[in-house]
């Protein structure tokens, strides 16, 4: 996130900001959410309030495990690479073979298998990118499937 956003975040006198939190519960009917439940992952205190309103910042990890072992290279901090971040090594490591295409920018090491979104490494984590790359992946999708 951000530090200006934090910073603004933090000056909010209506604004409670917890870290290390994990939603246990939320409450609520057809009118809206009324209550919600977590627990402190470091005091392991479980708190329940009544709320209408909760803001998730899941924060910026990438669920990518899953991908271990499939030949899609992954950064130090285990984003997905993809088009020219990917190096030479690391695409004739996957079965790329020299003279033949590049990687298409969204393309990851493995031919054929595309990313975006946050899990992208380069990305910029926000909604709007990862929604301009999911428009481009339309015709970077049918360029592969054309060759």
Aim: with cysteine.
């Amino acid at each position: 996130m951000s530090r200006y956003l934090i910073d603004r975040i933090e000056a909010l006198p209506n604004v409670e900001l917890r870290t290390q939190t994990e939603l246990v519960a939320l409450s609520g009917d057809h009118e809206g959410l009324q209550s919600v439940a977590w627990i402190n992952r470091g005091t392991g205190i479980k708190e329940e309030k009544a709320l209408r309103h909760v803001f998730l910042f899941i924060g910026a990890a990438p669920n990518s495990g899953w991908l271990d072992g499939c030949g899609v290279t992954l950064d130090r901090s285990g984003f997905v690479k993809t088009g020219a971040d990917l190096g030479e090594a690391e695409l004739e490591a996957s079965g790329w073979k020299a003279g033949h295409r590049l990687p298409l920018p969204l393309e990851t090491s493995r031919r054929g298998v595309l990313a975006i979104g946050d899990v992208r490494a380069g990305s910029v984590k926000r909604v709007a990118s990862a929604v301009g790359e999911g428009a481009a992946i339309v015709s970077q999708l049918h360029g592969f499937l054309a060759s």
